[in-house]
């Protein structure tokens, strides 16, 4: 398929998408001249005007149809948010805990939006799509390990997916993790969950559980011996600067850039120390980066929301 084509099939499968789900949006456009993916909705009275994001793609380019099926797994991933998150709820979560909290919420709320756009049936196939796009995020930057902290919203994410049963390539890690009995009852209890402002209580919940566990298991304090003739050595400031996580809540303390504990091998997504990303975004970044077009293309593709309908399904 050519750049046109993958551009006129994400377009045209929208607007089916958008015919099929009634009133639930006025306006729904794509746009492909940005420097992300992503979308932006406005809710007008009982309506909503959404924007669908993606990167310049080169439109004389050949581009595997295989992107256009990550494409559209990642355009009904974010609507599904429109359609069914909430989201007052979880800005009020992240501004009194913080932004592990807000990406606990992400982790455990991804699942249950993408079940509720497949249970919905306003997309034939969003299942299969969703699953593929899971899968293909975990080929290509593999999974986490199970006792890495910073990445537990991650882990809710892939393994939250799989309770609504998905086939997921790599095998659950859960139960090697230490924090495992906490993360089975939040994902258990997010499976049931109805609403984002229940996720949102789990999530709160999780956090202190996970906190509480830290904190008994952090060592303590003990004097070290000195040699008599020898100074004290003046007190550290900021805590232990032998615990990364050490005054951050969030378990999200950077290392320092010459660790080396990190040997070189911390991968692109945690090189931070914030964890993975539990949106697909920087996956269909990178996985467009090579079909970008020299120059970016500025024009609004505004087909999306008028009466257009094609007659063909491309996946």
């Known amino acids: 398929m050519l750049g046109i084509e993958i551009k006129r099939g994400v377009e045209a499968t929208l607007e089916r998408v958008f015919h099929a789900t009634g009133n639930h949006f006025d306006k729904l456009t794509v746009v492909w001249n940005g420097k992300t993916a992503g979308v932006s909705a406005k809710k007008i009275g009982k309506g909503v005007d959404a924007n669908v994001i993606f990167p310049s793609i080169d439109e004389t380019k050949a581009v595997d149809k295989k992107l256009f099926n990550k494409l559209i797994g990642y355009a009904l991933h974010e609507l599904g948010h429109v359609w069914f998150t909430t989201n007052q709820p979880w800005e009020d979560a992240r501004d009194q805990h913080g932004s592990f909290v807000s990406s606990l919420i992400n982790g455990l709320e991804d699942p249950r939006i993408?079940?509720?756009?497949?249970?919905?049936?306003?997309?034939?196939?969003?299942?299969?799509?969703?699953?593929?796009?899971?899968?293909?995020?975990?080929?290509?930057?593999?999974?986490?390990?199970?006792?890495?902290?910073?990445?537990?919203?991650?882990?809710?994410?892939?393994?939250?997916?799989?309770?609504?049963?998905?086939?997921?390539?790599?095998?659950?890690?859960?139960?090697?993790?230490?924090?495992?009995?906490?993360?089975?009852?939040?994902?258990?209890?997010?499976?049931?969950?109805?609403?984002?402002?229940?996720?949102?209580?789990?999530?709160?919940?999780?956090?202190?559980?996970?906190?509480?566990?830290?904190?008994?298991?952090?060592?303590?304090?003990?004097?070290?011996?000195?040699?008599?003739?020898?100074?004290?050595?003046?007190?550290?400031?900021?805590?232990?600067?032998?615990?990364?996580?050490?005054?951050?809540?969030?378990?999200?303390?950077?290392?320092?850039?010459?660790?080396?504990a990190d040997d070189g091998k911390k991968s692109k997504k945690s090189a931070n120390g914030k964890g993975r990303e539990v949106e697909p975004t920087e996956f269909i970044n990178d996985e467009l980066s090579q079909h970008k077009a020299d120059c970016d293309d500025r024009r609004e593709r505004p087909h999306v929301g008028k009466p257009v309908f094609t007659d063909v399904y491309f996946y």
Request: charge should be negative.
């Open 114 to 260: 993408e079940r509720c756009v497949y249970e919905s049936n306003y997309a034939p196939n969003a299942r299969a799509l969703f699953e593929n796009l899971t899968n293909a995020v975990l080929e290509k930057d593999g999974y986490v390990e199970p006792d890495d902290f910073k990445n537990i919203p991650f882990m809710l994410a892939i393994e939250g997916r799989r309770l609504n049963g998905y086939s997921i390539t790599h095998p659950s890690i859960v139960d090697q993790s230490p924090y495992a009995e906490h993360l089975s009852w939040a994902l258990k209890s997010a499976h049931k969950a109805r609403s984002t402002a229940k996720i949102v209580e789990i999530a709160i919940e999780l956090n202190n559980r996970l906190q509480q566990q830290k904190q008994a298991e952090k060592p303590q304090d003990k004097p070290q011996d000195k040699p008599q003739d020898q100074p004290n050595d003046p007190p550290q400031p900021g805590g232990d600067p032998g615990d990364p996580s050490d005054g951050d809540p969030s378990g999200q303390g950077d290392k320092p850039a010459d660790d080396p």
